[in-house]
């Protein structure tokens, strides 16, 4: 049986997902201007997109409704709905901005719409692809500066801040910097569950998370906790996504899929449906940090196959298949992507160990510009997959 041997916290955390077709019938207002209009709608628990304007039928239009278009979402309400843990909730200002920004891209302009801001590099676990490998220097950024980062890149057009480590759970401060992402953008959490409480939950709940994604290699326990290098790591993700749903957070499993579990590509799927995960994001393992020597481990042609028909077939909870994204629109580093390590550079992405200038010298607006001259920006293969 799928989901067999994934521990007693995984059945503990077990949870009625909400009904994403709550919304049925109600229209959610994604862009109107004269050029384009789209509206979603939710039918049978799945996405419907309607188009229509003079920019409806470009190529990519049509590939961003697709990636909603028949899709669960990641919830439905009567007044709200959220089609994905990566994306503004419908109504807002930041999904607002993020349409605009997307509709700006057509002619030519770039805007980092996703930053990355690893505050601290403090983590208990050693996990063995690890993309940002502690240094041992204790390396972090003080609240002060996160705050400042924040408010450049909301000025630039950010309409999601991650927070990422490390473990960023570790760091006493977060609530207080979740709270300072203002309406302008929605802010999500990586964690392996390490340090995650449910009075943390709540504190960021309260100071305006959008949701946790919560880390997974493998569904099984044993295989979870030896990829992360520490015994009960995988008992802390289940706990993290239990506090989550109970603080009326969105939950994402982020899986890094390599060759070895793409076996569990069912049994992941199901443990995010019995854990109410709101969406289930797979992720194509890189060679970076501490796999930066490892060849041949990214997924064949066989795995990518496997993976879209999986991911064509499957029911509700959501999946976000970043592969799928990946080809519909070529590489995200320094065309809609940056990130900040605990040492205040600036790279084009987290797995691409490139700095194009620190926080401390001036501001993110000069480095972003700079990295217009990224040579990758919308390739369709990643330059650290080997």
């Not at 041997?5 to 503990?12: P, V």
């Not at 607002?96 to 509709?103: I, M």
């Not at 590099?121 to 996160?146: D, Q």
């Not at 480095?367 to 293969?381: D, T």
Request: glycine fraction near 8%; include cysteine; proline fraction near 6%.
């Amino acid at each position: 049986m799928a989901g067999e041997g994934t521990g007693e916290e995984a059945k503990e955390a077990t949870y009625k997902s909400k009904d994403t077709n709550r919304g049925a019938g109600d229209s959610y207002q994604l862009y109107s201007s004269p050029l384009l209009r789209a509206e979603a709608r939710v039918e049978n628990g799945l996405v419907k997109i309607e188009t229509s304007g003079p920019l409806s039928g470009l190529r990519l239009i049509r590939s961003a409704m697709q990636m909603f278009e028949g899709q669960v979402p990641s919830q439905a309400e009567k007044n709200r709905l959220c089609l994905s843990t990566w994306i503004p909730p419908i109504p807002s200002r930041a999904f607002s901005r993020l349409a605009d920004s997307r509709v700006r891209k057509l002619l030519g302009w770039r805007t980092p719409d996703q930053v990355t801001i690893s505050i601290t590099e403090e983590c208990p676990n050693h996990c063995a692809h690890c993309a940002l490998p502690n240094s041992g220097n204790r390396l972090h950024l003080t609240p002060e500066t996160v705050k400042d980062v924040i408010g450049q890149v909301l000025e630039m057009g950010t309409t999601l801040v991650i927070f990422d480590g490390g473990e960023p759970a570790l760091y006493r401060e977060l609530p207080e910097l979740v709270a300072a992402v203002d309406d302008r953008a929605i802010s999500t959490l990586f964690t392996s569950g390490a340090g995650f409480t449910a009075s943390l939950a709540g504190r960021l709940k309260d100071a305006g998370l959008y949701a946790v994604n919560v880390s997974l290699d493998s569904p099984i326990e044993e295989e979870h906790d030896l990829m992360r290098g520490r015994e009960g790591v995988f008992s802390e993700a289940m706990q993290a996504v239990r506090y989550s749903r109970e603080a009326g957070l969105l939950v994402d499993l982020y899986v890094v899929l390599r060759r070895e579990n793409m076996v569990h590509l069912e049994w992941f799927h199901d443990l995010a449906r019995r854990t109410g995960a709101n969406e289930l994001t797979f992720f194509e393992v890189v060679s970076t940090g501490r796999w930066s020597d490892r060849q041949n481990i990214a997924l064949t042609p066989d795995d990518h196959a496997r993976l879209d028909e999986f991911v064509r077939n499957a029911k509700g909870p959501r999946i976000f298949s970043v592969p799928e994204a990946y080809r519909h629109f070529g590489c995200f580093a320094a065309g809609s992507w940056m990130h900040v390590t605990p040492a205040g550079e600036v790279y084009p992405c987290s797995c691409y160990p490139e700095s194009w200038g620190s926080i401390f010298d001036e501001p993110v607006r000069k480095i972003w510009g700079r990295m217009g001259a990224f040579p990758y920006k919308k390739s369709k293969v990643c330059p650290m997959r080997k």
